[in-house]
């Protein structure tokens, strides 16, 4: 199945011996817990779903992948997974390549799937143990019960897997990919369809996971979750990566500020002698939008209340607003077009 022509060279790359425990920050030689470089995916059908992905994710990072619905979210995960190969371009994960060392990567890999388990006979204890056993693991009831206890389903150890909530269920698809010890955990849309209390819950799970120096990769479509979750954000659109950017630098160079103006009479267009500013006008004329710099000067503000007022132009009310990441992921999309 796997493409052969991958074998060789990366031999003399990879670390002779896995690196024990996590890399701490003085460990400079420990590689990126996942480089993708050059990745393309073009499938049998002759669809291409990525085009020359490159991406690295460091230890300990939470990395969001945001992208519309067919961006190629899954594809990219499940190439660096191990689960679809790739047409060309590379992946490795702790220095290891996926499809020389396909085993060394599937170890230290952990995938959550967006579909809720089905073996609901089992319990919850028997199905982590074999979660574990799967990967050729030796039995450790202590880390399995740490991963119990850490997704808050200790309790629920001896219960059937059909009578959990569907919350449970979310948590034990958790459980199951942690149950190997992977050092790398990919969270395929975890809130897919779910609650507000119950995202809520998930990202409380993500920040323990966090806390226990596992790296996470999480794909979304929703914003929201990004920009709560993540440290580093990249946005796939059609098979590419847009941007690849810190959040809060993301937020900090695209974020801009929103004005807001409710107006007393409607206009029919942007006055001439304001066409300089960056105005928007709302279809039914009472609202005006004005967009500005993120970085605090607010200068432009002043003036542009004051050269509305000298055009004769009144509003009854305005609020500002911080542009979330979901308008910046709608403009990038947009330009990406
Ligand atoms: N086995 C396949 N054969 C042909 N095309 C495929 C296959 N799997 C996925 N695709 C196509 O590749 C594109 C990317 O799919 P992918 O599942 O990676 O997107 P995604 O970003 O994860 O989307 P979603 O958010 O809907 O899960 C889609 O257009 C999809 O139809």
Not at 7 to 30: C, H, L, M, N, Y
Not at 197 to 218: A, F
Not at 286 to 292: A, C, D, Q, R
Not at 294 to 322: K, M, N, P, S, Y
Request: hydrophobic residues 40%.
């Amino acid at each position: 199945m796997h493409d052969t022509d991958h074998t060789g060279p990366v031999a003399e790359e990879r670390p002779a011996k896995p690196s024990g425990s996590a890399a701490g920050p003085g460990d400079r030689e420990a590689p990126p817990a996942i480089a993708v470089s050059r990745l393309s995916k073009t499938y049998d059908s002759g669809f291409q779903a990525l085009r020359g992905i490159d991406l690295e994710v460091s230890r300990g990072e939470i990395f969001g992948l945001l992208g519309p619905n067919g961006a190629g979210k899954t594809t990219l995960i499940s190439i660096i997974c191990g689960l679809v190969n790739a047409t060309s371009g590379r992946v490795r994960v702790d220095g290891y390549d996926n499809v020389a060392d396909y085993r060394a990567v599937r170890s230290r890999v952990g995938l959550v799937p967006q579909e809720l388990a089905t073996e609901s006979f089992e319990t919850v204890w028997d199905t982590v143990r074999f979660s574990r056993g799967l990967f050729g693991r030796p039995p450790d009831a202590a880390h399995l019960e740490k991963v119990l206890r850490d997704l808050a389903l200790w309790e629920k150890r001896d219960s059937k897997i059909m009578s959990l909530s569907g919350g449970m269920k979310r948590r034990l698809l958790i459980a199951k990919a942690l149950a190997h010890e992977p050092r790398i955990l990919f969270l395929d849309e975890p809130t897919a369809g779910v609650d507000v209390d119950l995202r809520h819950d998930m990202w409380e799970v993500v920040r323990v996971l966090r806390e226990s120096g596992v790296t996470v990769v999480l794909t979304t479509h929703y914003i929201e979750e990004a920009e709560e979750m993540a440290d580093r954000v990249g946005v796939i659109n059609n098979g590419e990566l847009v941007v690849v950017e810190e959040k809060a630098e993301l937020m900090r160079k695209l974020g801009g500020k929103r004005l807001t103006l409710h107006l007393r009479e409607p206009l029919a267009e942007i006055p001439p002698g304001l066409e300089h500013r960056r105005l928007e006008l709302g279809a039914d004329g009472f609202e005006l939008t004005y967009t500005y710099d993120a970085d605090g000067r607010e200068e432009g503000v002043a003036e542009l209340l004051t050269e509305l007022g000298e055009a004769g132009i009144h509003f009854a009310d305005l609020h500002t607003e911080q542009r979330s990441l979901e308008d910046i992921f709608v403009s990038l999309v947009r330009e990406g077009r």
